[in-house]
């Protein structure tokens, strides 16, 4: 049960909507702040390499970097996902993919439904906060979820 930080007892705290937010909606929302640090970076780095390293000149190609970087932060999602079920994130507060089949098309698909709910104002995402089985969008489609898990 959450409270608030400031008075403990205030309208909003004993509202029926915010009991109903959670610490695991509160980590899943955590991991995706958590998965962006990580992915600004990754991004800085890909950057790098294709201006100093392979002295492509982006500023003429701006979307040809951005589909570069889609590529490369689907490839960190699709790998962490089929070799553990983890990213970095997930890892960090632990949460865990679970998912019908472990095949690399299956977490294309979620990458790609997840990307299209990014670009529908986080749609797919904020979709959780209306589901009981606490699920994104794109996992409720897929039968997948995640799960808190403890080492």
Known sequence: ???CFICNTCILCNSEKFKQIDNFILKLFGCLFYELIIQITIWFIVTFFIIFIFNLEVGSYPHFLQFILWLVSGAYFIISWSI???TLAMR???LKLISPNNNWWFF???YLLATAGFFLFFITFLYVF???ERKFYHDSILGSKIINVQF
């Open 92 to 94: 960090a507060w632990k």
């Open 108 to 110: 294309s698909v979620r």
């Open 130 to 132: 209306f589901n009981k």
């Open 84 to 86: 553990g079920g983890q």
């Open 1 to 3: 049960m959450l409270a």
